[in-house]
């Protein structure tokens, strides 16, 4: 059937008309940023910022926009979290640099906390989460809406397999520029490098370090298999995300409004761990493809890694932050195994 070129004019100018009418209709716009790819399928905070946008714009009617600012675009998570405090970012997914706000933060990082991932979000989504996302609120003016998930972390490295604390004795192994994770490898024996994310491949090329630790998704997207033979997998840290939102704008929403976003996000944060998930489990039979030697460790070498590292990262913490915290996140993770 043959379309005349009026009918074809008639149907852009409606299609016009129905995006300006949706633009004119939205009352308000929410700014959402984060530093990992758009991606969703290779990226949880990809996944979980788009299924958050999808929904509040569904629910909403229109009326509540959300602008997604991905993989860095304002900036990296520090700046993110900056300019969600001073209102000119509606909302940031962050990660590890949120403990540098708020501090107690830190406690999910203790090594070896984590025995499991459903134990994690039964810890975060319990009323430990809720009682750390109002005294990080009370801190920072910012409010967690949703734990998602980094995953836990692993070591790599090019010159041997470890298998025990005492096999990382000599390895320079890179670490983010936090001192908990420094305190945490220094205490098993290695040498802690700390280095900035966009030089680690040429830190690993060119032998400034041996080794690095990360989740697995971020090992194989990272290519690290070219540049490191071996990984553990010992997930000494569980990696948690924090979506948050300057409470004021929170503040700021009607009732109904508040609870759309509450939903979206809680929604988010578990799409965030499933896209997680998933990447880790097929990233290791990737990386096992690429050539990379995988151990798993057995229950007693994961003993001696957690005997090595725990108790001197536990004695920093108790340095920066009030020693309760410390026990109420332990009593938790005792609490949720048990269920």
Not at 43 to 49: H, I, N, Y
Not at 177 to 195: D, F, N, Q, R, S
Not at 203 to 231: H, S, W
Not at 258 to 274: L, Y
């Amino acid at each position: 059937m043959k379309i005349s070129t009026t009918k074809i004019k008639l149907g852009l100018a409606a299609a016009v008309a129905a995006i300006s009418f949706q633009a004119q209709a939205a009352d308000l716009t929410l700014t959402l940023g984060h530093v990992d790819p758009q991606e969703w399928t290779s990226s949880k905070k990809g996944a979980a910022a788009q299924v958050f946008k999808n929904l509040v714009e569904a629910e909403s009617g229109g009326r509540i926009e959300v602008n997604v600012y991905p993989a860095g675009q304002l900036g990296g998570e520090t700046e993110l979290l900056q300019s969600a405090q001073d209102g000119t970012l509606s909302m940031a997914m962050v990660s590890g640099a949120f403990s540098k706000l708020c501090a107690e933060a830190a406690v999910l990082e203790i090594p070896y906390l984590f025995p499991s991932a459903p134990v994690a979000w039964e810890v975060l989504d319990g009323e430990f989460g809720k009682n750390l996302s109002q005294h990080c609120q009370s801190k920072t003016g910012l409010r967690t809406l949703a734990y998602g998930e980094t995953g836990f972390r692993h070591f790599t490295n090019s010159k041997r397999p470890i298998k025990t604390p005492a096999d990382l004795d000599g390895l320079k192994i890179r670490v983010m520029t936090t001192p908990l994770y420094v305190e945490m490898v220094k205490a098993m024996g290695g040498e802690p490098t700390p280095i900035a994310w966009p030089e680690v491949p040429s830190a690993l090329t060119t032998g400034v370090v041996d080794g690095q630790e990360n989740p697995v998704g971020v090992i194989y997207n990272a290519k690290f298999y070219e540049m490191q033979d071996y990984l553990t997998l010992d997930g000494h840290v569980y990696g948690t995300d924090f979506l948050v939102i300057n409470d004021d704008i929170y503040q700021g929403l009607s009732d109904a409004d508040r609870a759309i976003v509450d939903r979206a996000s809680k929604v988010a944060g578990t799409v965030g761990r499933a896209i997680q998930q998933f990447n880790s489990a097929e990233g290791l039979s990737k990386l096992a493809a690429e050539g990379m030697e995988i151990t798993s460790l057995t229950a007693d070498q994961m003993a001696q890694f957690r005997q090595a590292a725990q108790p001197a990262v536990i004695e920093w913490l108790k340095g920066e932050i009030d020693s309760s915290w410390i026990d109420k996140a332990q009593n938790a993770v005792k609490a949720a195994e048990s269920n």
